[in-house]
């Protein structure tokens, strides 16, 4: 019995050490003469109570806008990057095309078959160069175009060699455009290294959101807090499902008015790679 005993101890001892010391090389970007088929959904729902002077609240009233406003968005995304032959430099070519992009109410928001090029390397992210759409206005074509680039340049995520319990940190800007005020926030990101198989890497998503504004005519006071997880395609080196809940409070004074907000938001996007034809 006491050899059982012992033999069970080496073993989950054993065991036990032997996943705490898996490395992750987690490097996740794209990789060239390959096809990412992504699809997004991002819905939010946000609550703005008024309060001011009876000329702001008689303002609201003429306007019909409602106090408090409740506004519920959704985002449904489908697109497909497809990445070209690496050149001697080590870059390749990335062309993203819009399959599906709609709201709440089924509207087409960017046409489909719309095209994003640009260029990539394994150590870095796709760098937008133009957009080509037939049937978008200009205004809004650099709006999308522009949209895209800031969206690459925040999902650089840092190379780093992970154990199981281990975690990274990173922070990122956000800017939300709100009453007509830009509302400037730091997110802090740290994603926590769960567990590892053969196929995939787990992790655990918290976020927090700081108040980094600086316009002296208003008093804000603002905070959010996110819950996700993500899960990393190892032999394909790229994030095949990332989900992520957050909620986020503001408050702002002005001297005539005062603004509550409210919101919470659930993204989720999952990715299906291939190999390029």
Same mark, same amino acid.
């Given at each position: 019995m006491k050899q059982l005993f012992f033999l069970l101890f080496i073993c989950t001892t054993t065991l036990s050490y032997g996943q705490s010391n898996q490395i992750l090389d987690f490097k996740a970007g794209y990789a060239p003469e390959t096809n990412y088929l992504q699809t997004t959904i991002n819905s939010s729902d946000y609550e703005v109570l008024y309060s001011g002077s009876e000329t702001f609240l008689e303002t609201l009233k003429n306007n019909k806008v409602q106090n408090p406003s409740k506004i519920k968005t959704v985002f449904n995304l489908e697109t497909v990057s497809k990445t070209?032959?690496?050149?001697?430099?080590?870059?390749?070519?990335?062309?993203?095309?819009?399959?599906?992009?709609?709201?709440?109410?089924?509207?087409?928001?960017?046409?489909?078959?719309? @095209?994003?090029?640009?260029?990539?390397? @394994?150590s870095t992210m796709p760098e937008i160069d133009s957009i080509v759409s037939k049937d978008m206005e200009e205004d809004f074509k650099n709006t999308v175009f522009q949209m895209v680039k800031n969206t690459f340049s925040q999902l650089a995520l840092p190379h780093k060699k992970l154990k199981i319990g281990e975690s990274f940190t990173q922070e990122s800007p956000l800017r939300l455009p709100i009453a007509g005020i830009n509302i400037e926030m730091?997110?802090?990101?740290?994603?926590?290294?769960?567990?590892?198989?053969?196929?995939?890497?787990?992790?655990?998503?918290?976020?927090?959101?700081?108040?980094k504004m600086s316009d002296n005519r208003f008093e804000t006071n603002g905070s959010g807090i996110g819950n996700g997880n993500l899960i990393y395609d190892i032999p394909n080196h790229f994030i095949s499902e990332n989900n992520l809940?957050?909620?986020?409070? @503001?408050? @702002?004074?002005?001297?005539?008015f005062a603004l509550d907000l409210k919101s919470k938001s659930d993204f989720k996007q999952t990715s299906t790679i291939s190999k390029g034809k």
């Open positions: 070209g032959k690496s050149d001697k430099s080590g870059n390749f070519p990335i062309t993203i095309e819009y399959l599906k992009s709609v709201d709440l109410d089924g509207k087409t928001i960017i046409p489909n078959g719309t @095209l994003i090029y640009g260029k990539a390397s @394994l730091q997110i802090t990101t740290v994603y926590n290294l769960k567990s590892i198989n053969s196929k995939n890497a787990f992790f655990d998503i918290t976020q927090t959101y700081t108040m809940e957050m909620d986020f409070t @503001l408050d @702002l004074k002005h001297t005539d």
